[in-house]
């Protein structure tokens, strides 16, 4: 039982046992015992908050392995399938075995550029997490790095569904270009997995003000329901709308550790159906 201290404002945990004193045959009084079990049941209740993280981080772990495993999985199906029509092509005619030769290389590289942007990743949510050092930073011109970017990783057939919209056509800013190219490369591709093809359409709007800059990627996809918008920055944490599309869940905590190493702000907007914007805020350079 809990009582409040009488000379102070704490409140003491007792544990207290009441037992009947009886003299012949009859109850003559009552003895009772009280012990303070404050450290006691302060420690339960550590080892209690302690197993519930421990079982937060299993869970964690099981849902990491079972994407991965999904995800690993498909890029290394079409490489083992790519290699034995491979060797069959080894005994055609030497045009035939040229072109076909040529169109299986290409998927393995594709495949293994994919696994290896998942692995590295990955890799940098830990090394974010891990990083003391202080970052570099270089002057930029941000409208260019982001069309650049645009341009060099993503493919032909969205380039013309991206679009820039900005007042001015030079933003200079200080930044970390490997940070920005993370934080801008996951937004962009995520605005392009989680719209259906018939509604793809990225906006990625730039506003300056006095101090900063504002770069918001919006697209008109699937969005996010009200209830999950406190979970989506969680790591592993996929949105339930988003069950049928491939992802590990780790994009926008990515987002979120490189722009906090840049002293950025990250917010969005989302309705469930209809899309969402998240908007990057970044110091301008004056």
């Known amino acids: 039982m809990a009582y409040r201290h009488k000379f102070k404002a704490d409140r003491i945990l007792l544990e207290s046992v009441i037992k009947p004193v009886i003299v012949n045959g009859v109850i003559d009084c009552y003895l009772g015992i009280s012990r303070d079990v404050a450290v006691r049941e302060n420690l339960k209740r550590k080892l209690e908050q302690a197993l519930k993280k421990e079982k937060a981080i299993n869970e964690t772990k099981s849902k990491f392995i079972s994407m991965a495993s999904h995800e690993l999985k498909n890029p290394l199906a079409t490489i083992s399938s790519s290699l034995e029509l491979l060797s069959i092509y080894l005994q055609d005619d030497e045009h035939l075995k040229k072109v076909k030769l040529e169109k299986h290389i290409t998927r393995i590289n594709t495949q293994l550029e994919r696994l290896n942007g998942i692995i590295n990743e990955v890799l940098l949510i830990e090394k974010t997490k891990a990083q003391n050092s202080e970052v570099k930073l270089e002057k930029l011109d941000l409208v260019d790095f982001i069309r650049q970017l645009i341009k060099e990783s993503f493919a032909e057939s969205h380039l013309d569904k991206i679009k820039i919209k900005s007042k001015e056509s030079i933003i200079h800013i200080s930044s970390n270009k490997i940070l920005l190219y993370h934080i801008f490369k996951n937004l962009i591709e995520n605005a392009i997995k989680y719209s259906k093809p018939d509604k793809l359409k990225i906006q990625i709007i730039i506003e300056v003000s006095d101090i900063y800059v504002e770069v918001s990627v919006k697209d008109y996809g699937i969005g996010v329901?009200?209830?999950?918008?406190?979970?989506?920055?969680?790591?592993?944490?996929?949105?339930?709308?988003?069950?049928?599309?491939?992802?590990?869940?780790?994009?926008?905590?990515?987002?979120?550790?490189?722009?906090?190493?840049?002293?950025?702000?990250?917010?969005?907007?989302?309705?469930?159906?209809?899309?969402?914007s998240f908007k990057v805020c970044l110091l301008k350079l004056v």
């Open 225 to 276: 329901s009200s209830a999950e918008k406190d979970k989506l920055f969680t790591q592993f944490y996929r949105s339930e709308s988003a069950s049928e599309v491939s992802g590990f869940g780790i994009g926008l905590t990515i987002v979120k550790e490189c722009a906090t190493m840049l002293n950025a702000k990250v917010s969005f907007r989302s309705t469930l159906n209809k899309g969402s």
